[in-house]
């Protein structure tokens, strides 16, 4: 479901905020030789796609999100400690972690991908509203090992770029849709990694049926598995019986951020979202 031509939706203004925060950077122009000095000066990557092969039996690998706050669920987790909940995640489990980065949206930081880096030794995705080349930039010098790009807020020339260049780089790149033309567009790139946001980010509506029905769209135009982005299950994760719902659809990861930051006891609530236990 979109909403009706011509309504601001939130994502059209925080597209909007983004573009504020990127006019400010320094003007500049970013190559792959850039980022992958800027990689080489920082030190190791951390493969994302590679921590994400999971067994094709078994619970799907987890993405962790730390994120302290959202447009559609407010304040998720008042007393937040980026470093703690990652660690938590780290030992819980989690196979990678997301870092919400955008400040005026999600309550987030730049910052708190730094300091996670430095406490767990988990793959890294900056999540944030990336338009320009000099976020890529950005997150290579803060810390992240892989990018979110939405194909909602993307026009293609512009989508294609900033893949090709983060991929030459050597970042993982987290394609992100949520219907079935941003799917053919995102397919044009051959991505590694495919994720299917269940969430409208102009109605805030969640349906898993998304990830269902993509996923299915998905089998069709690529039936050869070898062939095939990684699926990543995104947002509306909470309960085992979700879990089960999107790896039967085929999701080889899921991607979950609210219904842990509000767990008291996130390493009970990660054991019971995999399946671990009773
Ligand atoms: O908190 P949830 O419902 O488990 O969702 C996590 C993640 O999927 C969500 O934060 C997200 C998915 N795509 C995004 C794009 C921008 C901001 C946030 C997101």
Redesign the pocket.
């Known amino acids: 479901m979109t909403a009706p031509a011509g309504v601001r939706t939130v994502l059209d203004t925080i597209v909007e905020r983004k573009r504020e925060e990127i006019a400010r950077l320094p003007a500049r122009t970013v190559t792959v030789e850039d980022l992958r000095a800027a990689l080489k000066q920082r030190g190791s990557t951390r493969d994302f796609c590679g921590a994400l092969l999971s067994p094709p039996v078994g619970p799907p690998a987890l993405i962790a999100?730390v994120?302290k706050a959202?447009p559609s669920?407010g304040v998720?987790r008042p007393d937040f400690d980026p470093v703690a909940v990652a660690r938590t995640y780290e030992m819980g489990g989690a196979a990678c972690l997301?870092v919400?980065t955008?400040e005026p949206f999600?309550q987030g930081h730049l910052e708190y991908l730094r300091r996670v880096r430095a406490a767990v030794r988990l793959p890294l995705l900056r999540?944030?509203?990336i338009l320009d080349e000099r976020q890529l930039l950005e997150s290579v010098e803060w810390g992240a090992d892989a990018v979110?790009l939405?194909v909602a807020i993307l026009p293609q020339p512009r989508l294609q770029s900033l893949h090709d260049l983060a991929v030459r780089a050597g970042l993982s790149v987290l394609v992100?849709v949520h219907d079935e033309t941003e799917l053919e567009r995102a397919l044009a790139l051959k991505p590694r990694l495919l994720?299917v946001?269940?969430?409208d980010?102009r109605t805030f509506q969640?349906d898993l049926g998304t990830t269902e029905r993509l996923a299915r769209r998905l089998q069709q135009l690529c039936p050869d598995p070898r062939r095939r982005p990684l699926l990543v299950a995104?947002?509306?994760?909470h309960s085992r019986q979700d879990v089960e719902r999107v790896r039967a659809a085929g999701a080889d990861a899921i991607?979950?951020?609210?219904?842990?930051?509000r767990s008291a006891d996130l390493p009970g609530r990660i054991r019971e979202l995999m399946g671990l236990s009773g």
């Open positions: 999100e994120k959202s669920a998720i997301s919400l955008d999600f999540k944030d509203f979110l939405i992100e994720g946001n269940n969430r980010l969640v995104e947002s509306g994760i991607l979950v951020g609210e219904s842990l930051m």
